[in-house]
């Protein structure tokens, strides 16, 4: 099992940047791929990024490609989000989720999840 924490969330203008982490524990992290997702009020979650256990292969939805950009860092057991260009659509709380080596896309796919952080962008 793997306990994850998110954090960096924030209240920022639109056109700035923001920095998530979501920090791990439990099991070997390097074992897991993590993806982060978000939810505003009213709608459906939906998928932002994932990337794969070691780093070579990373996905993003249409919406973040070119301006959000995710990384790992596994010797501290993190994985991060660089949100760059924020838009007020961006607003939202995010969460990370952890499985097994591979990335995935869909929420159920994924059994291990932290309690978000909430991004919001002011136009």
């Known amino acids: 099992q793997v306990r994850l924490i998110e954090s960096g969330g924030g209240l920022v203008q639109a056109g700035a940047s923001l920095r998530l982490s979501c920090t791990a524990s439990g099991d070997p992290f390097e074992n897991y791929a993590i993806a982060w997702f978000r939810q505003a009020p009213g709608k459906e979650r939906e998928f932002v990024a994932a990337i794969n256990w070691h780093a070579g292969e990373t996905s993003y939805a249409d919406s973040v490609k070119g301006r959000f950009i995710i990384s790992r860092d596994n010797t501290k057991n993190s994985v991060y989000l660089q949100m760059n260009s924020l838009k007020a659509e961006d607003t939202a709380t995010y969460s990370c989720?952890?499985?097994?080596?591979?990335?995935?896309?869909?929420?159920?796919?994924?059994?291990?999840w932290g309690q978000g952080t909430q991004v919001t962008v002011s136009s």
């Open positions: 989720a952890a499985r097994l080596f591979q990335i995935a896309t869909r929420p159920h796919d994924f059994g291990y």
